[in-house]
């Protein structure tokens, strides 16, 4: 072999050596796929070169060569797709030390990357030889073409909607890391079928040509370049179709429906967002709005002299279908527009993404962004500041989450999270939180304008008078000082045991089978759901000490109880290591309880229940496992007969307004049910009826996180009746709480109140 061509098989080696030891690019999938498919591609375009400069294969379209240029191009094909085999060998053979849990998968990405990329380098390579006969030009010509393809994916990537795209090397850019679940797309295919179809045109032309040089009939190659031709055009006119190289317009025309307010153009699904949804989702853009700019103290909209752009997808399959993501909501300063999912008033997602855009005017650089020294990007900041402007309610605010996670030394050190890449490496929930309370406390104690300045450039001595070391020292002796409860201690447990996808066991085959089985118990398919669940726990392991009781909840759901409890006395039988976290205990004993009531057994489904409370759960958890102790001990059978089928009904929740109002004519002055019916009226939007259940004589209900959850729908249906001052008195009750979650909504809609005053005070626009 000859010096080059054994360079370039040594280098694509030591290329799969090295992500051998790079966690998530070490096995046989999409990460290595991309990251070998730009290595391949190149080396294949070079090898090529080299193999028509020393006269391996002759030039495509010289009239002396002996034989057919295309006969040529597939002889030298091996040699290129050899390329790929070093690498993928070595990645095989390191399944032995990492877990490879979708061989199939990868070999698929595989093919359609490296293979592929080879492919269009040797391609790239065969037409560059058929335009110029200097070596050099041939090399300029086809880095060029590169090059072009390289910057048309970056500048879509930009400027449009997407946030992935495809290229000739890396065939496909998978968009946001925290997207975790992936598969092989089909657009991906359809993307390789245009590149190989250009490459056969290539070849074609190459073969037309040398046989018209060469005076040998021209008839059949002419035919096949115009069938090619034509094919390949096809592709090409098809291709967002496909979901390739979607723009602007594209995704507009596929939501449907488009309206502008003072300061927004929304874009939205009008079979999704229609009449009273439409209202409050312009007024909730317009709230929020008020709210960044009262805190970020910037005006975007004047600033650039334009409205800015809303895009609103329905759910998860169109977001992905349209943008690339299906989890992972996104806001690009320097386009002024955002894209996001929206349920209703007081979705933290339009205020998050909304919070990026305020900061353009203050960003540095040409993205506008948080920078260091105006070039490089600090995500961290980035993230933090929209954060901090959001502030989203939660079971603990950030700052006692960050407290929480120092005291359980769970807290990555914040001044890693600083480098260029520290904040990707860390799992999202804790980054996202400790950089969110630094920079809020950096807001609420030193000022915005600082701030803005240090976000600029990333000069904290200039804006503050210390560097960024010390004000996290600063920052995490504020943190040490507040008092953090076991019960907190147990919700960070919970809330942030989720590790990085750096450090996860097949992180995308096992995201991917989630996501299909969460899709699947969705359309009640309960026994493919249980199938996909074991596999998981196959593939994963032990990671949160509760794998199996996602099986066990649906066991139950197929009428298998006795397997489901035998899963459960497991868990909680373990110790040592395996030991069940008491957030995990608490999931654990919630379903065994039902399960004894269930079988009749009403007083130990009681004792499971109350151990279950005894522990750090969320309000939510708290509120359904209390209304589940105050119907099974109920003295009257028919009560407690009722109340099982609303409460534990495995198949959905169809007749559950049916079976509250059931329960509240047989319990009639009991307000447990009247609260119940209440809460199914607000999940159907019938806010004056919640208003005429929920407003009475409260009665006593089992705990007072049931009362102030029912002081809650009762305000939030009084505000959308915009019965604003019985709604205040509501929530003014309600701001004194000790939970995070219901005194955040509280301040909150008291500012959604002031903001509707302040509109109805402001004078009317002259026509």
């Known amino acids: 072999m000859r010096p080059l061509p054994l360079a370039l098989f040594v280098l694509v080696t030591l290329g799969g050596a090295l992500l051998c030891v790079v966690p998530l690019f070490n096995l046989v999938g999409y990460e290595s796929a991309a990251a070998m498919g730009v290595l391949v591609g190149l080396s294949a375009f070079a090898l090529s070169l080299h193999a028509l400069k020393v006269g391996d294969v002759p030039d495509p379209v010289a009239a002396g060569r002996g034989g057919s240029p295309a006969a040529d191009f597939f002889w030298l094909l091996p040699r290129s797709v050899a390329l790929s085999l070093p690498p993928l060998l070595l990645l095989s053979l390191n399944a032995l030390r990492v877990k490879n849990c979708d061989a199939g998968m990868g070999a698929e990405f595989w093919l359609l990357i490296p293979v592929m990329s080879a492919l269009m380098g040797q391609g790239v390579a065969w037409g560059a030889a058929a335009l110029a006969r200097s070596p050099a030009i041939r090399l300029l010509l086809g880095l060029g073409v590169f090059g072009f393809d390289l910057l048309h994916f970056a500048l879509r990537l930009a400027t449009e909607p997407p946030i992935t795209g495809h290229n000739l090397l890396f065939g496909w850019f998978a968009g946001s890391i925290y997207d975790e679940a992936l598969s092989v797309p089909a657009h991906l295919w359809w993307y390789r079928l245009m590149g190989l179809g ?41 291709q967002t179709r496909h979901g390739i190289n979607l723009d602007r317009a594209d995704v507009i025309d ?12 929304i874009h939205y699904d009008p079979a999704a967002i229609q009449g009273d949804r439409l209202d409050r989702l312009i007024e909730d853009h317009e709230f929020r709005y ?36 299906r989890g992972t909501l996104v806001a690009r300063p320097w386009t002024h527009e955002m894209h996001i999912r929206w349920s209703d008033y007081g979705d933290n997602a339009l205020a998050h ?47 006692r989450a960050a407290a929480a996670m120092r ?12 480098s260029p890449t520290g904040f990707w490496t860390q799992p999202s929930g804790k980054a996202y939180t400790l950089m969110g309370s630094f920079v809020r406390w950096l807001v609420d104690s030193q000022g915005i304008a600082a701030f803005q300045q240090a976000y600029r450039d990333g000069d904290f001595t200039a804006a503050y008078g210390r560097s960024a070391v ?11 000082e507040i008092e953090v409860s076991e019960a907190d201690l147990e919700q960070a447990r919970y809330l942030y045991r989720r590790g990085s996808i750096f450090n996860k066991t097949c992180a995308r085959t096992v995201a991917e089978l989630k996501r299909q089985a969460q899709n699947a118990q969705g359309r009640r398919d309960y026994g493919a759901a249980l199938d996909l669940w074991r596999k998981v726990r196959r593939f994963a392991g032990n990671t949160d000490g509760d794998e199996g009781l996602e099986e066990a909840e649906l066991l139950v759901k197929l009428d298998k109880n006795e397997e489901a409890v035998a899963i459960l006395d497991d868990l909680l039988s373990r110790e040592g290591p ?38 750090g759960i969320p309000d939510g958890m708290r509120r359904r496992v209390e209304v589940k102790v105050a119907a099974a001990s109920d003295p009257r059978p028919a009560v407690r007969s009722i109340a099982q089928a609303y409460l534990l009904d495995p198949n959905g929740r169809r007749s559950a307004l049916y079976e509250a109002l059931s329960w509240a004519n047989e319990a009639p002055g009991d307000p447990l049910p009247r609260y119940l019916v209440g809460v199914q009226l607000f999940g159907a939007e019938e806010h004056g009826a919640v208003i005429d259940t929920l407003a009475g004589p409260p009665g006593l209900l089992p705990g007072p996180h049931l009362d102030e959850q029912r002081r809650r729908l009762l305000a939030e249906a009084l505000f959308v009746a915009r019965r604003l001052d019985e709604a205040e008195a509501v929530l003014l009750s309600l701001k004194g709480s000790e939970s995070f979650r219901q005194s955040a909504f509280a301040a909150e809609y008291l500012d959604r ?15």
Request: glycine fraction near 10%; charged fraction near 20%; include cysteine.
């Open 198 to 238: 250009a490459v056969a045109c290539v070849v074609a032309a190459t073969e037309l040509a040398w046989r018209h040089r060469s005076g040998r009939p021209r008839r059949g190659a002419a035919s096949a370049l115009v069938l090619l031709l034509l094919g390949t055009g096809w592709l090409v006119g098809t």
């Open 290 to 325: 008020a709210e960044m700019q009262a805190f970020l103290q910037t005006d975007p909209v004047a600033w650039r002299g334009r409205r800015l752009r809303s895009f609103v997808y329905p759910d998860r399959g169109a977001q992905q279908r349209l943008m690339g993501s």
């Open 578 to 615: 395996r030991h069940l976290k008491p957030a995990s205990r608490a999931r654990v004993l919630e379903l065994k309880g039902d399960i004894l009531w269930t079988g009749g057994d009403g007083p130990l489904a009681v004792e499971a229940w109350d151990e279950t409370l005894n522990l």
């Open 407 to 418: 005291r359980l030394e769970m807290a990555p050190d914040l001044r890693g999270i600083f």
């Open 753 to 767: 109140i002031a903001f509707l005053r302040s509109l109805a005070a402001a004078p009317a626009a002259s026509p």
């Open 353 to 399: 993404e909304l919070a990026h855009l305020f900061t353009a005017p203050f960003g540095g650089g040409p993205l506008q962004l948080a920078t260091r020294g105006g070039l490089l990007v600090d995500i961290g900041l980035v993230e933090g500041i929209a954060l901090a402007a959001d502030w989203p309610e939660g079971e603990l605010s950030p700052h």
């Open 470 to 480: 010390d004000l996290i020292g600063e920052w995490e002796t504020y943190l040490d």
């Open 254 to 265: 596929a939501l449907g429906a488009t309206v502008k307010t003072e300061h927004f153009i």
